[in-house]
């Protein structure tokens, strides 16, 4: 009996020895079962109480370290793929802030942070939204270092820090698998409104750039036309100005080479007649006639210049020029004279 006794116990003991085993084992891999997931809320934690971004170091050390000629470089090539914000340390607004730092007073890029900043400001805003602290913070900084006098600044501001102690009342209740999840979604969710954002904005610097083109275009093709017009305006009041002196010059070589009155040669020259209630009152006076004489020698006009008296003797000195004749004349010839009445002959 007692041997079969013995024999039982040593049968049960290495039963014993296994379940002691096995317990342990549970016991060890459920200790590293729970210490496995706080990896990720000791690098929260440490993310957490990492400094915050500054203006003054908002810029990537490697950034500020490029060269001017680096530095516009990399802003245009940002710039074009979109890369206006974001990611950080790669940027249009990073780049040119450094090279702001280092060539003062370049209107092209203070045009270009001012172009930057409205997206940046809203960028801030969807990140505080979306919980994304380390994010906004980032932005935020950059915006100061940019505009530290710029109004939505201190809102911002004061946005993150409420944001942020209401989210992380919030983050209390949660366990750290749940907040590594939080956290990556936080991440999927910034990198997916980044790119609309960045690309939204893209297109609607190139839509204002595309007007701001038309627009030159259209004022470079309206100062063309206005010298165009003025061009044409000048040559057509020069051409009237030459013309006219032409004109002036040929007037003066034809009345050079026109025959003048003492160039008129006389053929028949017939005295008027005395008007008969004249020669009864035994009136006298005189008619200066002005006449015309044609290139074949005949008076083609005449009329009264002045008469004394008036129109007593002007029907007849009229009709007695009108009678002259003259030897042909190359051209016509306009004179005047005076012709006298006396009764006494």
Known sequence: MISNHSEARSVR???????????TLGLALAACGK???????ADATAAATAPAPTPATAVSSQVAAMTP????????????????????GDNAVEYYLALRDKTQGDAAVASALTDLLPMTVIAIEQSVNRD??????????????????????ARLKASI?????????RAQALTAEEEAKRQKEIEDKRLADQKKQQDDAAKKLAATQQANDKAAAD?????????DKAAADKAAADKA?????????????????????SDLRPISMPAPKF???????????????????????TVTAARVVRSNPARVFDREAVNAVRKWRFQPVASPVTTRREISFNPQG
């Open 13 to 23: 003991r290495p039963a014993t020895l296994q379940f002691i085993a096995v317990l």
């Open 35 to 41: 210490d496995q997931p706080a990896e990720p809320a």
């Open 69 to 88: 000629e680096q530095l516009r470089e990399a802003a245009s090539k940002a710039y074009a793929e979109n890369r206006l914000y974001a990611p950080a």
């Open 132 to 153: 994304d602290f380390s994010e906004a913070k980032r932005l935020s900084a950059l915006l100061e270092k940019a505009d530290a006098q710029h109004p939505a600044l």
């Open 161 to 169: 820090a409420a944001q942020e102690a209401t989210a992380a009342q």
């Open 219 to 227: 004022r470079a093709a309206a100062d063309k036309a206005a010298a």
């Open 241 to 261: 100005v030459a013309d006219r002196r032409a004109a002036e010059q040929r007037n003066a070589s034809a009345a050079s080479a026109a025959p003048a009155a």
């Open 275 to 297: 008007p008969a209630e004249a020669l009864r009152a035994g009136q006298s006076g005189s008619v200066l006639v002005e006449y015309t004489v044609g290139t074949d020698g």
